[in-house]
T-cell receptor
Framework: GQNIDQPTEMTATEGAIVQINCTYQ??????LFWYQQHAGEAPTFLSY??LDGLEEKGRFSSFLSRSKGYSYLLLKELQMKDSASYLC???????????WGAGTKLIIKP | KAGVTQTPRYLIKTRGQQVTLSCSPI?????VSWYQQTPGQGLQFLFE???????NKGNFPGRFSGRQFSNSRSEMNVSTLELGDSALYLC??????????????FGPGTRLTVL
């Protein structure tokens, strides 16, 4: 079946680094997305991985290992505005539908 | 380029009523997906429309239905509302014409409260 797992909640300190993990089991794989969602707002695109390895984009990086069904989002130099939920989504190649994880709520403390 | 728009933004209904939500995708996007989001549940996929055809459907009862028009605008209808239908309903559009990159662009959502 389809399953995407993320930690429910994480806490980190301003200025620090945090890694949010995502593991997936899907019938097919055609890419993995990370989205950020602030409370009361719509999700916004952060990153996309389809090949193994690390994609870096400013303070945010995303890693993918297809053989392990594993990805992580790395946030560096944390700022208070990074407090949000982070959603992992997998693109199954069978029907264009994105399969979503429940999201990880990240709390940043001063 | 204008983003995804949803109307109305907020809605209060009572049990047993029905509701229609509207979504206008980004110009050129032919795929529209609908999601229900409740606290702690993440995004629950409702259905996806592409070129006026329902291409995918999630595990929701038949009270939830939708359609897409020739201009790609989409509507979602919920009949016989229940208290548990209170949620944020998000619409997302994408090109979704094939290939791996299927980034979805979300609208601001409609917050539905059922009393």
């Amino acid at each position: 079946g389809q399953n995407i797992d993320q930690p429910t909640e994480m806490t980190a300190t301003e200025g620090a680094i945090v890694q949010i993990n995502c593991t997936y089991q899907t019938s097919g794989f055609n890419g993995l997305f990370w989205y950020q969602q602030h409370a009361g707002e719509a999700p916004t695109f952060l990153s996309y991985n389809v090949l193994d390895g690390l994609e870096e984009k400013g303070r945010f990086s995303s890693f993918l290992s297809r053989s392990k069904g594993y990805s992580y989002l790395l946030l560096k130099e944390l700022q208070m505005k990074d407090s949000a939920s982070y959603l992992c989504a997998v693109n199954e190649d069978s029907n264009y539908q994105l399969i979503w994880g429940a999201g990880t709520k990240l709390i940043i403390k001063p | 380029k204008a983003g995804v728009t949803q109307t109305p933004r907020y809605l209060i209904k009572t049990r047993g009523q029905q509701v229609t939500l509207s979504c206008s995708p980004i110009s050129g996007h032919r795929s529209v997906s609908w999601y229900q989001q409740t606290p702690g549940q993440g995004l629950q996929f409702l259905f996806e429309y592409f070129s006026e055809t329902q291409r995918n459907k999630g595990n929701f009862p038949g009270r939830f239905s939708g359609r897409q028009f020739s201009n790609s605008r989409s509507e979602m209808n919920v009949s016989t509302l229940e208290l548990g239908d209170s949620a944020l309903y998000l619409c997302a559009s994408s090109y979704a014409t094939g290939g791996a990159y299927n980034e979805q662009f979300f609208g601001p959502g409609t917050r539905l409260t059922v009393l």
